[in-house]
């Protein structure tokens, strides 16, 4: 008798051709453009750079802008498991490596970088009035990366548009991550940086999640800033403290996670077609726990020391206070955030970051799980156990184990994308604001 | 030696062992040939269109087994020994058993078309079907599936995921005639000719023909028609799968025939899910109920009965739902094939025919029968409770935003539905509107 489970892993020898001509151009686009964009590293050069980023931006918009056609509106995930980018193929390893060492080239050495950044300047410049050089010639990455995260948004934010075009949820969600990254993430901050003296201040990034943001230095450069400034403060304080718990009371953390945050932006669009990939298994979910949590027990004792150190005169920390906090930035926000959390999104799927590492996540999931009215409801008995829920849940959260119980699902690491109520094929999933007495709605 | 061995890993099989396990501690065996372990039946479409892997679709991690000392055997009973409580298999040495349970599943039907039995033509059924689909359509350019239900038109949408051209017979003047009204079952024949289905309607299968290598490579319609293909598939339905107990002293019809509390002739030997037949009082033949929901429910009630609560089964109020391509489809209620005498009927559809919505209402004083829903999501548990509290068709239209399960920010068409049934209504009604946040 042969071992099935072994056997069943079905790969159609000849994949069913859905590339029409535009698309292949454009796949050919990116192609040659990425291949550009590696040399202008090496080569410096702002010529190949430019060709490079235009043809991989024009080359997936046509690409995208054809999936149109790809019949009547509806969920299509055919084919998503027989692929090598999206199931950890050799392309996706391909795509990790790539992306990862985007990241540490961005974090680590930026020079490399110079061509790009020469080409985007007169944007910045236009836009923040300040140039990516300082007065003493040191080069400034982060506009560049800034220019760079909001256009993917944008690109393939249109791919989820199309992609999820029968879903009028999906649709205005992503919307809105588009527009928050293009609007409050990038125009706003370097406009408002312009007319004020270069005060640099992202609202839609909330500390936690921008550790440094209630750190002693930032708040004290905040209060000498001019009204603006103090009123930047109270927003920092207001939109953690006050803003934060009413939303999440009502819509849960979804609010946050998947309609405004640039990394759930991110996570979104870019990071779509990898969210299959996530761990779903019980032993993910208690690391998730272990992990999230302890990283908000750091960034909170991180803020907590720092200001003991200020108002102790910097005598507890002494040398260490600066120590400290770029201490986190390295480990947490740079290597956790950036490098793992995007780099590796084709292996791991597209929210490693949003599960394993954001405190903001981790406050917002203990008020979902305790104080909201934010629920996914299951519709009585219909749930057929297939999976799809938990397969396409970006969170890891396997749905499918409360679903198939008739047991609605509250749980702290959900976003609330709403994808397991998209991709259901028996209508069961609701993501649902309700009373908060009995939310699983769960008879024993 | 084991206390409580059940027959077959499927949705009834496993829940019932699971709830025997939620309430006892009994020794539990589970055996199947099919797979290793649990997984999902109707997720099987979605392994061949890429949408999940194997792993997908089994709802349990493999430890879970273990862990609730659920033994699992891989092997194949031969043959049922009542008299001594036994079970002869295949690669094992025999097992004693205490008390049994039967959850053998179905088979699909073969009416004895000519070439039936040539290469490339199959039903969907198990896991070993779904390789063998794989293999069967590695070269089809065309294929031809027979019987418009719910297996057919799945078999449509995962073969034209491969590229091939699908050809959809179907015996009746509309797509699954037999369970749905003229209305509905046209609209569902316009979206499967949207997906580039060639449906014919009204024809039958004559005969399958093959090449010399015993091959398929056509069928012939009773009209004569020949339609070239190298793959058919045969949906026409299942039939329980009742080769174990033929020789034994178990009592079968058309399935394992069983009471309301699911037991057999042979004391402690039990059948639930799709192999059962249920025979009430005294009569002839028995129903029998080859759905997901009604497998998983019978062994919910047998497995009270394992642990020392005999419990009637007891189907409750009828519900079924269903997705074809892009269309959901829930009923709740009953909602006859053809119209009956005894009732009236409110339907309304979207021009755009991708949305409509039956109910069904007696004539006398209005209380709803059933519903029928394509492409807008209702609440079961709501229309649970309005049947079980003999609402009216005026009730239920007047109250429908609060059974409404669409997410959020969907385009609802409730209102559109009370402005149809006012234009006949004897007394107008108006739709309760929907609270503010849920809340105001």
Same mark, same amino acid.
């Given at each position: 008798?042969?071992?099935?489970?072994?056997?069943?892993?079905?790969?159609?020898?000849?994949?069913?051709?859905?590339?029409?001509?535009?698309?292949?151009?454009?796949?050919?686009?990116?192609?040659?453009?990425?291949?550009?964009?590696?040399?202008?590293?090496?080569?410096?050069?702002?010529?190949?750079?430019?060709?490079?980023?235009?043809?991989?931006?024009?080359?997936?918009?046509?690409?995208?802008?054809?999936?149109?056609?790809?019949?009547?509106?509806?969920?299509?995930?055919?084919?998503?498991?027989?692929?090598?980018?999206?199931?950890?193929?050799?392309?996706?390893?391909?795509?990790?490596?790539?992306?990862?060492?985007?990241?540490?080239?961005?974090?680590?050495?930026?020079?490399?970088?110079?061509?790009?950044?020469?080409?985007?300047?007169?944007?910045?410049?236009?836009?923040?009035?300040?140039?990516?050089?300082?007065?003493?010639?040191?080069?400034?990455?982060?506009?560049?990366?800034?220019? /760079?995260?909001? *256009?993917?948004? #944008? !690109?393939?934010?249109?791919?989820? $548009?199309?992609?999820?075009? %029968?879903?009028?949820?999906?649709?205005?969600?992503?919307?809105?991550?588009?527009?928050?990254?293009?609007?409050?993430?990038?125009?706003?901050?370097?406009?408002?940086?312009?007319?004020?003296?270069?005060?640099?201040?992202?609202?839609?990034?909330?500390?936690?999640?921008?550790?440094?943001?209630?750190?002693?230095?930032?708040?004290?450069?905040?209060?000498?800033?001019?009204?603006?400034?103090?009123?930047?403060?109270?927003?920092?304080?207001?939109?953690?403290?006050?803003?934060?718990?009413?939303?999440?009371?009502?819509?849960?953390?979804?609010?946050?996670?998947?309609?405004?945050?640039?990394?759930?932006?991110?996570?979104?669009?870019?990071?779509?077609?990898?969210?299959?990939?996530?761990?779903?298994?019980?032993?993910?979910?208690?690391?998730?726990?272990?992990? /999230?949590?302890? *990283?908000?027990? #750091? !960034?909170?004792?991180?803020?907590? $020391?720092?200001?003991?150190? %200020?108002?102790?005169?910097?005598?507890?920390?002494?040398?260490?206070?600066?120590?400290?906090?770029?201490?986190?930035?390295?480990?947490?926000?740079?290597?956790?955030?950036?490098?793992?959390?995007?780099?590796?999104?084709?292996?791991?799927?597209?929210?490693?970051?949003?599960?394993?590492?954001?405190?903001?996540?981790?406050?917002?999931?203990?008020?979902?799980?305790?104080?909201?009215?934010?629920?996914?409801?299951?519709?009585?008995?219909?749930?057929?156990?297939?999976?799809?829920?938990?397969?396409?849940?970006?969170?890891?959260?396997?749905?499918?184990?409360?679903?198939?119980?008739?047991?609605?699902?509250?749980?702290?690491?959900?976003?609330?994308?709403?994808?397991?109520?998209?991709?259901?094929?028996?209508?069961?999933?609701?993501?649902?604001?309700?009373?908060?007495?009995?939310?699983?709605?769960?008879?024993? | 030696?084991?206390?409580?061995?059940?027959?077959?890993?499927?949705?009834?099989?496993?829940?019932?062992?699971?709830?025997?396990?939620?309430?006892?501690?009994?020794?539990?065996?589970?055996?199947?040939?099919?797979?290793?372990?649990?997984?999902?039946?109707?997720?099987?479409?979605?392994?061949?269109?890429?949408?999940?892997?194997?792993?997908?679709?089994?709802?349990?991690?493999?430890?879970?087994?273990?862990?609730?000392?659920?033994?699992?055997?891989?092997?194949?009973?031969?043959?049922?020994?009542?008299?001594?409580?036994?079970?002869?298999?295949?690669?094992?040495?025999?097992?004693?058993?205490?008390?049994?349970?039967?959850?053998?599943?179905?088979?699909?039907?073969?009416?004895?078309?000519?070439?039936?039995?040539?290469?490339?033509?199959?039903?969907?059924?198990?896991?070993?079907?779904?390789?063998?689909?794989?293999?069967?359509?590695?070269?089809?350019?065309?294929?031809?599936?027979?019987?418009?239900?719910?297996?057919?038109?799945?078999?449509?949408?995962?073969?034209?995921?491969?590229?091939?051209?699908?050809?959809?017979?179907?015996?009746?003047?509309?797509?699954?005639?037999?369970?749905?009204?003229?209305?509905?079952?046209?609209?569902?024949?316009?979206?499967?000719?949207?997906?580039?289905?060639?449906?014919?309607?009204?024809?039958?299968?004559?005969?399958?023909?093959?090449?010399?290598?015993?091959?398929?490579?056509?069928?012939?319609?009773?009209?004569?028609?020949?339609?070239?293909?190298?793959?058919?598939?045969?949906?026409?339905?299942?039939?329980?799968?009742?080769?174990?107990?033929?020789?034994?002293?178990?009592?079968?019809?058309?399935?394992?025939?069983?009471?309301?509390?699911?037991?057999?002739?042979?004391?402690?030997?039990?059948?639930?899910?799709?192999?059962?037949?249920?025979?009430?009082?005294?009569?002839?033949?028995?129903?029998?109920?080859?759905?997901?929901?009604?497998?998983?429910?019978?062994?919910?009630?047998?497995?009270?009965?394992?642990?020392?609560?005999?419990?009637?089964?007891?189907?409750?109020?009828?519900?079924?739902?269903?997705?074809?391509?892009?269309?959901?489809?829930?009923?709740?209620?009953?909602?006859?094939?053809?119209?009956?005498?005894?009732?009236?009927?409110?339907?309304?559809?979207?021009?755009?025919?991708?949305?409509?919505?039956?109910?069904?209402?007696?004539?006398?004083?209005?209380?709803?029968?059933?519903?029928?829903?394509?492409?807008?999501?209702?609440?079961?548990?709501?229309?649970?409770?309005?049947?079980?509290?003999?609402?009216?068709?005026?009730?239920?239209?007047?109250?429908?935003?609060?059974?409404?399960?669409?997410?959020?920010?969907?385009?609802?068409?409730?209102?559109?539905?009370?402005?149809?049934?006012?234009?006949?209504?004897?007394?107008?009604?108006?739709?309760?509107?929907?609270?503010?946040?849920?809340?105001?």
């Amino acid at each position: 008798m042969r071992h099935l489970d072994l056997s069943l892993q079905l790969i159609p020898e000849r994949a069913h051709a859905t590339l029409d001509g535009l698309q292949k151009l454009g796949l050919g686009g990116v192609s040659i453009g990425l291949l550009l964009l590696v040399v202008s590293v090496m080569s410096g050069s702002t010529v190949q750079a430019g060709t490079g980023f235009g043809l991989v931006v024009f080359g997936a918009l046509a690409y995208i802008v054809q999936t149109r056609n790809d019949g009547p509106p509806g969920i299509k995930n055919n084919f998503i498991m027989f692929s090598s980018i999206m199931s950890r193929g050799y392309l996706a390893w391909m795509a990790a490596v790539f992306m990862t060492g985007f990241y540490i080239i961005l974090y680590f050495y930026p020079q490399h970088l110079k061509p790009l950044v020469v080409l985007v300047n007169p944007l910045q410049v236009w836009l923040s009035g300040s140039s990516a050089w300082d007065a003493n010639g040191n080069m400034s990455q982060w506009f560049l990366y800034g220019f /760079i995260y909001t *256009v993917t948004i #944008l !690109v393939m934010g249109v791919r989820a $548009l199309i992609k999820y075009r %029968h879903s009028r949820y999906q649709i205005l969600r992503t919307l809105s991550v588009m527009f928050f990254q293009l609007a409050f993430a990038f125009t706003i901050p370097n406009v408002l940086a312009k007319f004020n003296n270069g005060l640099y201040f992202e609202w839609a990034n909330i500390w936690p999640l921008r550790y440094y943001e209630l750190f002693p230095y930032s708040v004290e450069g905040l209060i000498s800033s001019g009204g603006l400034g103090k009123f930047m403060l109270f927003w920092a304080v207001f939109s953690i403290l006050i803003l934060t718990p009413v939303l999440t009371y009502f819509f849960g953390k979804r609010w946050y996670c998947s309609w405004v945050c640039g990394c759930g932006g991110l996570a979104e669009t870019l990071g779509d077609p990898f969210r299959q990939n996530s761990d779903k298994s019980l032993r993910a979910w208690k690391v998730e726990r272990w992990m /999230i949590h302890s *990283v908000l027990v #750091l !960034v909170v004792v991180t803020t907590g $020391l720092m200001w003991a150190n %200020h108002l102790y005169g910097g005598e507890i920390l002494g040398t260490w206070s600066g120590r400290f906090s770029s201490g986190y930035g390295f480990l947490i926000h740079s290597i956790f955030a950036g490098v793992i959390g995007t780099g590796f999104y084709p292996v791991m799927g597209s929210r490693v970051w949003c599960r394993f590492g954001c405190p903001m996540a981790a406050v917002l999931g203990i008020l979902q799980r305790f104080f909201s009215r934010f629920r996914i409801t299951t519709n009585g008995g219909q749930c057929i156990s297939c999976g799809n829920c938990s397969t396409y849940c970006e969170m890891g959260i396997d749905v499918r184990w409360y679903a198939q119980r008739g047991e609605n699902i509250v749980r702290a690491s959900c976003v609330g994308c709403g994808m397991c109520s998209a991709v259901c094929p028996r209508g069961v999933l609701n993501l649902e604001n309700g009373p908060m007495n009995n939310r699983t709605g769960f008879q024993v | 030696m084991a206390d409580l061995v059940i027959i077959g890993n499927g949705v009834a099989g496993t829940t019932v062992a699971r709830h025997v396990r939620k309430h006892s501690d009994r020794d539990i065996t589970i055996i199947s040939s099919e797979s290793r372990h649990f997984y999902s039946r109707p997720a099987l479409m979605y392994l061949y269109m890429g949408h999940m892997k194997y792993d997908n679709i089994k709802p349990y991690e493999d430890w879970f087994w273990e862990k609730n000392r659920l033994d699992l055997m891989f092997d194949y009973v031969r043959h049922i020994d009542t008299d001594n409580k036994k079970l002869t298999l295949a690669n094992t040495a025999d097992l004693h058993y205490n008390q049994l349970v039967l959850a053998t599943g179905s088979k699909s039907n073969y009416f004895g078309w000519p070439g039936q039995n040539l290469q490339g033509v199959q039903g969907l059924y198990s896991l070993q079907d779904l390789e063998l689909m794989e293999d069967n359509t590695r070269e089809a350019r065309e294929a031809v599936v027979i019987g418009g239900g719910l297996i057919g038109i799945e078999m449509a949408e995962m073969l034209l995921t491969r590229g091939i051209k699908v050809t959809f017979l179907v015996r009746e003047d509309r797509y699954w005639g037999n369970v749905l009204r003229r209305e509905e079952g046209e609209l569902i024949g316009r979206h499967v000719a949207e997906h580039h289905v060639d449906l014919r309607l009204a024809t039958e299968l004559d005969a399958i023909l093959g090449d010399d290598g015993g091959r398929v490579r056509a069928i012939r319609t009773k009209s004569g028609e020949e339609i070239p293909c190298q793959f058919v598939g045969l949906t026409a339905g299942v039939h329980p799968n009742i080769d174990l107990v033929r020789d034994s002293s178990i009592q079968h019809g058309r399935g394992i025939r069983v009471n309301t509390h699911l037991e057999t002739n042979v004391p402690d030997v039990f059948a639930c899910g799709d192999c059962a037949e249920i025979i009430e009082g005294d009569a002839e033949r028995g129903r029998i109920e080859p759905l997901w929901y009604t497998g998983k429910m019978q062994a919910e009630a047998l497995a009270q009965t394992l642990v020392g609560k005999r419990t009637e089964y007891d189907r409750g109020i009828w519900f079924n739902s269903a997705k074809f391509f892009d269309i959901e489809y829930h009923t709740y209620g009953f909602v006859a094939a053809e119209p009956r005498d005894c009732e009236e009927t409110f339907y309304w559809e979207h021009p755009d025919g991708k949305q409509c919505m039956r109910l069904v209402y007696h004539r006398d004083d209005g209380r709803l029968i059933g519903m029928n829903s394509f492409g807008i999501r209702y609440r079961h548990r709501v229309f649970e409770r309005w049947l079980a509290e003999n609402r009216t068709v005026a009730y239920v239209l007047t109250h429908l935003n609060e059974a409404n399960f669409d997410p959020e920010f969907f385009k609802r068409f409730e209102r559109e539905m009370v402005a149809a049934y006012n234009q006949t209504a004897k007394t107008p009604i108006q739709l309760k509107r929907r609270k503010v946040l849920g809340i105001f």
